[in-house]
């Protein structure tokens, strides 16, 4: 019997998981991740706002792999060798046939010890909810968010309602290395973006970096010192470092670079944040509808070839994206459509309610949004 490793239950390798289970073709599957819980990263700033419970993004992968008859194993890979087809945790070795490597992507510290040791990033729910306790602690004068991406915009935005709701006097500032917010959008968003975080009360440096960071003092690259400061890092995403090493072509990121059937070789597939597929001569974006797509074309991939018939060329469509912010003023282009206001936020809540793994989380998150709307 054939078996398949899945390394990471997030998005891409959760929903591969499922699907595969449902073939119910003879081949037994693994599901490794090194938590125990699967995290529905998009709703992680409103959890810092207050505006959803942190149970509600959490899914325990045990329990969905039970239900579909998955083989869970929680555990750290720490190495693959592709030769002799192995993966390593810290404590066992799982041999394989084939090999999906979903396991997502990271905040990036660009090597700096000073921010790796004294920033706070948002990876998973608790290191929302350390971002919420150190605010709430209130012993900080200033909170400086590293990055005007996607993240960093609607992370400040939260912080703002954090902030009101727990009647703080915490100046919020980002930074941006850039020249513009938000690089590579249309410039009426940017715009849009703009006024919304001076409405918010939320300054924004750009051609601006952190020069040095220690303990609570900044330094920024216009010789600016701000004391009493607690540093968020969004700018920069990486693959996990047990990737480093392995044996394939990869992108400044890590991500590793695929064929157009998302394979890296005959037997390793890679999809979702880890995977570098390139759609318009640019590597796709990190976004919740590729990893569920490439999830879906990677599954029929396995079985075309368990089965030897042909393979499947992913060919992503782009639905389009929302920058969420969190006084319900948001913006993006969906189906090719702009949008604004409260119809872009209220887009951008109905995509995670309809990604939202099994009916019950969904009411549940359709519950919290009503309630705390
Ligand atoms: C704050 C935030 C907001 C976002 N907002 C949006 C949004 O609004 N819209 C959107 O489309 N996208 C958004 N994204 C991006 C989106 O969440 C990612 O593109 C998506 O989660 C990628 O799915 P994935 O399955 O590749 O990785 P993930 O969902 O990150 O899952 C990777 C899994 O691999 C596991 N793993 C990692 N390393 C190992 C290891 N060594 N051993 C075992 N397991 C391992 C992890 O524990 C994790 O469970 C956001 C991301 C963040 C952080």
């Known amino acids: 019997m054939k078996k398949i490793v ?11 998981a499922c699907r595969l289970s449902r073939y119910r073709v003879d081949y037994s599957l693994i599901l490794i991740d090194k938590r125990k819980k699967s995290c529905f990263l998009p709703l992680l700033p409103d959890v810092i706002s207050g505006y959803l419970p942190p149970e509600h993004l959490e899914y325990d992968i045990a329990a969905i792999s039970k239900l579909q008859e998955i083989d869970y194993l929680n555990e750290e890979v720490v190495r693959i060798d592709t030769k002799e087809n192995v ?83 915490i100046r919020l500032l980002i930074v941006e290395r850039e020249r513009q917010i938000l690089s590579g959008l249309e410039d009426w968003m940017r715009s849009y973006v703009l006024n919304n975080l001076v409405v918010m009360n939320i300054e924004v440096l750009t051609s601006c970096v ?65 995977a570098n597929f390139s759609y318009q001569e640019k590597a796709l974006r990190m976004a919740v509808q590729f990893s569920l797509s490439e999830a879906d074309i990677a599954a029929r991939n396995i079985i075309n070839t368990i089965y030897g018939i042909k393979l499947y060329p992913y060919k992503p469509k782009d639905l389009g994206f929302i920058v969420p912010m969190a006084n319900w003023n948001s913006c993006g282009k969906v189906l090719s459509f702009n949008t604004q206001g409260k119809l872009a936020s209220l887009l951008h809540y109905a995509m995670c309610v309809y990604r939202t793994i099994g009916l019950r989380n969904k009411f549940n998150l359709i519950r919290s949004l009503v309630y705390n709307g």
């Open 210 to 274: 952190i020069k040095e960071f220690k303990t609570k003092d900044v330094l920024l690259s216009d010789n600016n010192l701000i004391s009493n400061c607690m540093v968020i890092q969004t700018a920069g995403k990486k693959t996990p470092d047990f990737l480093d090493n392995i044996d394939f072509n990869k992108d400044n990121l890590g991500r590793i670079k695929v064929d157009r059937y998302l394979r890296a070789s005959e037997n390793c597939f890679v999809i979702g944040d880890c």
């Open 6 to 16: 899945i390394i990471g239950a997030g998005f891409a390798g959760l929903s591969l």
């Open 87 to 169: 993966i390593f945790t810290a404590n066992s070795s799982v041999q394989y046939d084939f090999l999906v490597i979903a396991s997502g992507s990271e905040t990036n510290f660009f090597d700096n010890q000073q921010m790796e040791e004294n920033a706070f990033k948002l990876d998973c729910v608790q290191d929302a909810i350390s971002i919420v306790n150190a605010v709430k602690s209130n012993n900080y004068g200033c909170v400086i968010i590293v990055g005007a991406g996607y993240t960093g915009i609607e992370l400040a935005t939260s912080l703002r309602k954090l902030l009101t709701k727990n009647k703080l006097d």
